[in-house]
């Protein structure tokens, strides 16, 4: 399963690793603007306004996640990646339990208007009880990167964020 990324042409191989990682972060970046485009077409400027603001919060904690995972890229060795999935698995759910519980507050201290307060926090609400499938991905994508394969990584989240796409219009757009 592992790859040798230290034979070969240097170019190459960095090219090779990097381009499906670059890619994947793309495609992360992907899930908010489609969310707000999605957003724009059935649901007004309060919902436009509600997951903007959801989705800077969201990312300011996939950024948070993805750090920590890369961390734990850099010492992936068979013998821990059942305790960094561990780690990570109780992280992910008190994460998630503590997010739901200041849903408000945390919209209180972005500043949000009063009109898009409800949909903001039914937005971050939905993307936190998602918080375990995110962490998941990660953690597992940096296993995979750590053993040298960064596309599988990127066609996981190919997927995930074409199923988003499709989830937005199903339940904005089709069933409102």
Request: net charge neutral; charged share 5%; proline share 2%.
């Amino acid at each position: 399963m592992g790859k040798n990324l230290t034979t070969g042409s240097v170019f190459r191989t960095i090219v090779t690793f990097a381009l499906p990682y670059l890619l994947s972060y793309f495609l992360q970046t992907l899930y908010g603007m489609a969310d707000l485009f999605i957003a724009g077409q059935f649901i007004g400027i309060d919902g436009i306004t509600a997951v903007a603001n959801g989705s800077q919060v969201l990312y300011m904690l996939t950024v948070v996640i993805v750090g920590l995972a890369m961390g734990a890229t850099v010492t992936i060795g068979r013998a821990v990646i059942g305790n960094v999935i561990t780690l990570f698995a109780g992280i992910a759910l008190a994460l998630t339990v503590v997010l739901l519980l200041n849903v408000h507050n945390i919209i209180s201290l972005i500043g949000v208007p009063v009109e898009a307060v409800e949909g903001t926090a039914q937005y971050l609400t939905i993307c936190y009880i998602g918080i375990p499938f995110i962490v998941a991905y990660n953690i597992i994508s940096s296993v995979f990167r750590g053993m040298g394969d960064s596309k599988s990584p990127m066609y996981f989240i190919a997927v995930a964020c074409f199923c988003n796409i499709v989830f937005d219009y199903l339940f904005m757009g089709w069933l409102r």
